[in-house]
């Protein structure tokens, strides 16, 4: 297999370089209440890494002193930490566009049974994780029980407007395959996860967005014990799609770590690749001219992106028409 960077070097990318920063990631912690098999960042209720205050308030600072549109809330499950609703409830005062990426059953863990209602009321965008329509293929990769809870918690959403025409409060689910496989095309599937989310269970959503399982983190440990890995890469790698290079998400947005560390993406920091020597290292040294035309640190777990219609956190990077 040719490394990532080479490839694209034999395209005419010798470096792949941002072209602006109008997303902030920030990873809150890898603490989750589950355990997902295809985690990257192997996150789960033991996971100690949690983002302090100090932390919490720099990137409240970077986001108004540079007027960054979009904030990104992640993990882990971003609402176990302790300083996660402060944090909403500031970004919402600066009129930014805030998404929290959610695994549904947090939702129904005392203490977080309210949130429905707080993310209503700040207008908050809810990217959450739904692998399939159907129970065994979601308890499988991501727990027993996950599939009830998560129909329950979508419910929840929905009574609230989420979801639901004309409300302007915006529910997307993630899919990603259940194994070392792409993901299909992304159009369809969302047709067919509508029709049958509303057929089956009156659930209602807006977008669904395919993601494809990154060779890192606790998937990466799968491959390899399945001797599956070197086969997997050289799908990656066989499914490169030059198209969609202009469109990765790593062009327009920083992920900050829970330790306020600065990478070109979520994935990134789970592999502790770094941004490039001389640049903005963490979020107290934030400067948006310096980070937005920076180079970006290529690895071979980048064909994850770039294979077949791509993939990201908004879902797949092609196109229509």
């Given at each position: ?9 034999q ?10 920063v109008n ?9 989750c ?20 205050q ?34 909403v409830?500031r970004?919402?005062?600066?009129d ?7 695994n549904l ?27 399939y ?9 991501r727990?027993?029980g ?5 129909l ?9 407007g ?9 529910l ?13 095309d ?11 989310l ?10 669904l967005y395919?993601?494809?399982?990154m ?15 070197e086969?997997?890469m ?28 600065l ?20 979020i107290?040294d934030f ?14 777990h980048?064909?994850g ?17």
């Amino acid at each position: 297999m040719v490394p990532f960077a080479r490839k694209l070097a034999q395209l005419g990318f010798p470096d792949l370089t941002a072209e602006a920063v109008n997303t902030l990631q920030v990873n809150l912690g890898w603490r989750c209440n589950q355990a997902c098999r295809h985690c990257h960042l192997a996150a789960g209720p033991d996971r100690p890494e949690q983002m302090g205050q100090a932390a919490i308030d720099a990137v409240i600072d970077a986001v108004a002193r540079w007027s960054i549109p979009v904030v990104d809330l992640t993990g882990g499950s971003p609402e176990i930490n302790p300083h996660f609703e402060y944090l909403v409830q500031r970004l919402s005062q600066l009129d930014v566009h805030l998404l929290v990426r959610c695994n549904l059953t947090i939702l129904l863990e005392p203490d977080h049974e309210h949130l429905p209602e707080f993310f209503r009321d700040h207008r908050v965008e809810l990217v959450c994780s739904l692998p399939y329509f159907q129970k065994d293929p979601v308890d499988r990769l991501r727990g027993p029980g996950v599939f009830r809870k998560s129909l329950e918690a979508l419910r929840r959403l929905n009574r609230l407007g989420y979801g639901r025409e004309d409300s302007n409060l915006e529910l997307h689910l993630m899919y990603n395959p259940a194994g070392a496989y792409l993901p299909p095309d992304q159009g369809p599937l969302e047709d067919r996860f509508q029709q049958e989310l509303k057929k089956r269970y009156d659930i209602d959503f807006n977008r669904l967005y395919t993601l494809l399982n990154m060779p890192i983190g606790r998937f990466k440990e799968y491959l390899e014990k399945s001797s599956n890995y070197e086969r997997y890469m050289g799908k990656l790698a066989a499914g490169f799609n030059p198209d969609i290079v202009s469109a990765l998400m790593c062009r327009n947005l920083i992920s900050v770590s829970w330790e306020g560390r600065l990478f070109d993406c979520d994935f990134n920091q789970a592999l502790n690749l770094p941004l490039a020597a001389g640049l903005p290292q963490t979020i107290w040294d934030f400067d948006l001219p310096a980070l937005s035309h920076r180079p970006i640190n290529l690895g071979d777990h980048c064909y994850g992106c770039t294979a077949a219609a791509g993939s990201s956190c908004g879902g797949c990077l092609m196109k229509k028409g």
